[in-house]
């Protein structure tokens, strides 16, 4: 955990609205330490964790986090980034509670991963790439010769065949699929939950010589529960994003990977094992949603027709720029090549000499628009 603040600004914690970083206040303002001036070797009580848990992040007002225009936005611009990398993106919902970064350092005894400038909770794109990873390392059947080759494909999605240098059949490189962060699509519902370890000296040393011979380190049924409270993510929607790596020489360098079945790995990971922690307790299973239209797992996004629009293009990088209803919307890389490619001679001759008027279709994303077609 990082350093609190001074005694004095602890004193009397300013008030949080929802519109705040509920993250910030998490990590800065706990103020239940026995003796303020030994911080640094704290021993907050069970009771009044729980307490302090409760009061800030478990309610109607402080139980909500995240603000929904500012998820959208973000949500919006991973989707397109991952499009331009030729990637995917899905959205998933939690079973059940989440909860994730249990492993950061904190007072409560249980941290929690917060997004550092949007105040949610999500997974790190480290985490879902090693959710994939592992649950190929476990589950692929390779006595199935329909399968493809384990060590292989683990090569040529993630870098490596295996996670020990000592092992690895081939040499190790960058992966060739990019996993993003998985993003709240709208805000998240926290919550409190307690778990009741009864052994815990036995889990600190047990098997070690300082157990022998001491009642408290063996494992045995005489030991009292202590109750422990940490956080969840009570109600929890994510975004999930992957792409292809990009190289110069893209079409010779890297092997043919279908991105259907790293969706179909990623789905079936986060339904059967689940993300984030105590997942062998029923935490972090999820399942991809449905918009109700007969579409699953992909935010929608809304077009728009801007008639009469006139457009500039850059010989140089391609990039073609539509002007309609007092807005612009841009399209560059190779998603400008094609659709320059795919337009009739008349109106290519025509952008070319800035002259082209026409219907552009844009698709909004976030705070962007986006140049998606022109009619």
Excluded at 311 to 318: A, E, L
Aim: aromatic share 10%; charged share 20%; proline share 6%.
């Amino acid at each position: 955990m990082t350093t609190p603040l001074y005694v004095e600004l602890q004193a009397v914690p300013p008030e949080i609205t929802n519109k705040g970083n509920r993250g910030l206040w998490f990590e800065r303002f706990f103020n239940q330490y026995k003796d303020q001036q030994q911080w640094a070797n704290p021993k907050p009580e069970s009771a009044a964790n729980a307490a302090w848990l409760k009061n800030h992040f478990n309610n109607n007002t402080n139980g909500v986090v995240g603000n929904n225009k500012q998820l959208a936005a973000h949500a919006q611009a991973q989707m397109q980034l991952a499009a331009s990398l030729q990637g995917q993106s899905h959205i998933f919902k939690a079973n059940w509670h989440f909860v994730t970064g249990m492993g950061n350092p904190h007072p409560v005894e249980n941290g929690f991963a917060w997004h550092p400038t949007l105040g949610v909770p999500y997974l790190t794109g480290a985490a879902v790439k090693g959710l994939v990873r592992s649950y190929i390392e476990n589950n692929l059947d390779t006595d199935n010769p329909e399968n493809p080759d384990k060590e292989k494909l683990l090569f040529d999605w993630f870098g490596s065949d295996h996670k020990k240098p000592e092992d690895q059949t081939y040499d190790s490189q960058a992966g060739n699929l990019i996993f993003f962060d998985a993003l709240p699509t709208k805000p998240v519902t926290l919550g409190v939950d307690i778990m009741t370890p009864h052994m815990g000296k036995w889990y600190e040393k047990g098997g070690t010589d300082q157990a022998a011979g001491t009642a408290e380190a063996v494992p045995a049924d005489w030991h009292d529960p202590v109750p422990v409270s940490f956080l969840v993510a009570k109600e929890i929607t994510l975004l999930f994003s992957f792409a292809l790596r990009q190289y110069p020489d893209a079409d010779s360098k890297r092997p043919a990977i279908d991105l259907a079945d790293v969706a179909d790995v990623l789905n079936r990971a986060l339904e059967q094992a689940g993300a984030g922690g105590k997942t062998a307790t029923g935490y972090g299973g999820m399942q991809l949603e449905s918009d109700g239209k007969g579409n699953t797992g992909t935010f929608q996004q809304q077009d728009e027709r801007w008639e009469k629009s006139t457009f500039q293009y850059q010989k140089g990088s391609g990039e073609i720029t539509a002007t309609g209803n007092k807005k612009r919307a841009t399209v560059r890389g190779d998603d400008a090549k094609a659709l320059f490619a795919k337009l009739p001679d008349d109106k290519r001759k025509l952008l070319e000499k800035q002259r082209l008027v026409a219907t552009a279709v844009v698709k909004s994303q976030g705070n962007m628009n986006v140049l998606f077609d022109i009619v």
